[in-house]
């Protein structure tokens, strides 16, 4: 069974600074990966997934992602954050339960902006 | 278009005392599912319905039971409610459980039991 590690449970960033959150999953065969964003006290939303085809995905709020087959990677960037960006990001990957696929979650990285 | 829609959004129980979560979606979507979220441990899926009529359990089951009313309605009932039950509980739906598939989340359920 897959299982993803988010190696931050918090970064700390000044506002207009990069920041990258970092995704790992465990296995190399073919996956679907996803970046979810929860802003306080809401549900969580698609931020960008890579399903296949080009391994730099563009998602909402100035998001990417780069998916590294070999590093079995799938990590978030965004070249100036914003106090807005404030929120917990969620990584996950599909794997198969049942006979249906599901979504295997991180436990969550907190961006905190700093003014 | 309301999306996910939960209720209540929050609520206190006694231990031992029961509650049903309801959860609707608009979207006709086939597939539901109920997950709990605790600190620093992520989503954990505790049922999910992958079409109207059919449920199956996830990751976290015990101590819980759940209902696919119709294709719109997944509900979550605690029969004897545990502080351990104590989490924020989400309500989500897709498509259908397939490996590309976007999951859309309600707002969430602040449940604490005491």
Not at chain 2, 34 to 41: A, E, L, S, V
Not at chain 2, 94 to 111: P, V
Request: proline share 4%; with cysteine; glycine share 8%.
């Amino acid at each position: 069974a897959q299982s993803v590690t988010q190696l931050d449970s918090q970064v700390p960033v000044f506002e207009e600074a990069p920041v990258e959150l970092r995704c790992n999953y465990s296995s190399s065969v073919s996956v679907y990966l996803f970046w979810y964003v929860q802003y306080p006290n809401q549900g969580l939303q698609l931020l960008l997934k890579y399903l296949s085809g080009s391994t730099l995905v563009k998602g909402i709020n100035g998001f990417e992602a780069e998916f590294n087959k070999s590093q079995t990677s799938f990590h978030l960037r965004k070249p100036s954050v914003h106090i807005s960006d404030t929120a917990e990001y969620f990584c996950a990957v599909s794997d198969l339960l049942g006979s249906n696929y599901q979504l295997i979650w991180g436990a969550g990285t907190k961006l905190i902006i700093k003014p | 278009n309301a999306g996910v829609t939960q209720t209540p959004k929050f609520q206190v129980l006694k231990t031992g005392q029961s509650m049903t979560l309801q959860c609707a979606q608009d979207m006709n979507h086939n597939s539901m599912y109920w997950y709990r979220q605790d600190p620093g441990m992520g989503l954990r899926l505790i049922y999910y319905s992958a079409s109207e009529g059919t449920t199956d359990k996830g990751e976290v089951p015990n101590g819980y039971n759940v209902s696919r009313l119709n294709k719109r309605e997944f509900s979550l009932r605690l029969e004897s409610a545990a502080p351990s039950q104590t989490s924020v509980y989400f309500c989500a739906s897709s498509i259908r459980g397939n490996m590309n598939t976007e999951a859309f989340f309600g707002q969430g359920t602040r449940l604490t039991v005491v």
